[in-house]
């Protein structure tokens, strides 16, 4: 059985873990270019003859994120899934921070019911939008987010690195625009 719940900071004195982890046989290749009159970038999907693994291990509750709210999913007595977001109230949008469901419970519309809550939780605060963080090699994310109504609505060339282009691993903004 699934059951979502809210879990808080002061109940993880040690901190929460959570691990991150995808593989990706698709990416989206970036190209940039400066033009007389402005920049284009482009991003072209593309194969990889080689899977892109990442695996990362973080903390759910970060000091600077003010205002943060957490949710995992047990599913029959394990952690299947997590997901943490925050109101950013100076510009009234709700920020998902992580987002991350077990490999071993993928497929299962988990990560669905997560994005609902997400939702829910939006409508309720009335913020105009809900926001995100991938890569450019999550496509798995990527797709995920596009399901769920997702679209483009930035890019960083340089966020992780100097090379990120190179790397394969541009940050890309996504957002959803809610109706206030």
């Known amino acids: 059985m699934i059951q979502i719940k809210r879990i808080y900071k002061e109940n993880f004195p040690q901190g929460k873990k959570i691990i991150y982890q995808y593989s990706s046989d698709n990416y ?8 007389e009159n402005g920049w284009a970038i482009d991003f072209t999907l593309k194969h990889l003859d080689t899977p892109f693994h990442k695996y990362l291990e973080g903390e759910i509750f970060e000091d600077h994120i003010e205002d943060i709210e957490c949710y995992i999913v047990d599913f029959d007595g394990e952690e299947a899934g997590i997901v943490s977001f925050s109101h950013e109230k100076w510009h009234n949008v709700l920020r998902i921070n992580d987002i991350h469901i077990d490999q071993a419970y993928q497929q299962q519309g988990i990560g ?13 605060i009335a913020v105009r939008a809900i926001v995100l963080e991938t890569q450019t090699s999550n496509y798995p994310a990527i797709q ?3 399901k769920h109504g997702f679209h483009l609505i930035g890019c960083d060339l340089v966020s992780y690195s100097n090379k990120d282009i190179e790397k394969r691993e541009v940050r890309v903004e996504m957002g959803l625009v809610l109706e206030t």
């Open 28 to 35: 989206y290749d970036v190209s940039f270019k400066e033009k």
């Open 112 to 124: 669905s019911k997560l994005m609902a809550l997400v939702k829910k939780r939006a409508a309720e």
């Open 144 to 146: 995920f987010y596009r």
